[in-house]
């Protein structure tokens, strides 16, 4: 059995909201029995090292973690802090439990909203499934298919096909994981699930739900999703954790 956590868009911007509801969230998931976390980029607001510094300490917890690039981070100061290497190239990272493995892509594109998994990238993605012993969970910040929310269909993933063709050629894949359009969504993409986390610091709304503009909420409170895979059945439970704010 394979259970994962998810956390997305926490959006660390070094005010107290943003950094409670995020240590709400981790606190809970520690007292858990999981394999492994994963969060799905946007770990920061403004990708700036303090930010970083910050996410580091709340993101850490007695579990396994890997966590993706979004288009609010900055690779720099991301790989700088919280992965303790440097420079500017896609951080592209994989975690294995047993023969299961979590692949985890950068499709972020620096300074921009929307998102394109590099020729690198692909590549990359390419060979860790052909060397994965087992089956697999790919996860990306951006959203490879409509959801139906047209402002984060706006900015969603620019090279769907791409990812589509590797995809194809690897039976191995259980299910795409992907945050960015914070909502607790599923659909489906290259016949295969696509498993939305929900944003810990915000909820977006769909066209039927309300006409604001962005069609954000921050009333709902914060969220995360459970992927339980057994080999065979694949089941993704969400959950939120109540926020109290401090006074
Ligand atoms: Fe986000």
């Known amino acids: 059995m394979i259970v994962v956590a998810q956390v997305s868009d926490t959006h660390i911007d070094g005010g107290p909201r943003a950094t409670e509801r995020a240590e709400q969230v981790m606190r809970h998931i520690d007292g858990l029995t999981v394999d492994a976390v994963i969060v799905t980029g946007d770990v920061a607001d403004n990708g700036s090292p303090a930010e970083y510094e910050i996410a580091r300490k709340i993101l850490t917890t007695r579990h396994p973690t890997l966590i993706c690039p979004g288009n609010h981070d900055s690779r720099g100061p991301f790989r700088e802090v919280l992965l303790d290497s440097d420079g500017d190239a896609p951080v592209n990272q994989v975690l294995r439990v047993g023969t299961f493995s979590i692949v985890l892509a ?25 060397e994965a012993p087992g089956q697999a969970f790919v996860g990306m910040h951006h959203q490879a298919s409509t959801i139906h929310v047209p402002y984060v269909d706006g900015i969603g993933l620019r090279n769907p096909g791409d990812l589509a063709d590797v995809l194809g050629r690897h039976s191995n894949v259980v299910a795409v994981i992907s945050g960015h359009a914070h909502t607790a969504g599923a659909t489906t993409f290259a016949g295969l699930p696509l498993l939305l986390g929900p944003g810990v610091v915000s909820t977006s709304l769909t066209p039927y739900e309300t006409e604001a503009r962005p069609p954000v909420t921050l009333d709902e409170p914060p969220g995360f999703a459970l992927h339980v895979f057994d080999g065979e059945h694949l089941a993704t439970h969400y959950r939120v954790v109540p926020h109290q704010a401090s006074t």
């Open 106 to 130: 950068d499709s972020s594109i620096p300074g921009r909203a929307e998102g394109r998994l590099d020729p690198e990238t692909l590549t990359w993605l390419d060979e860790t499934l052909a």
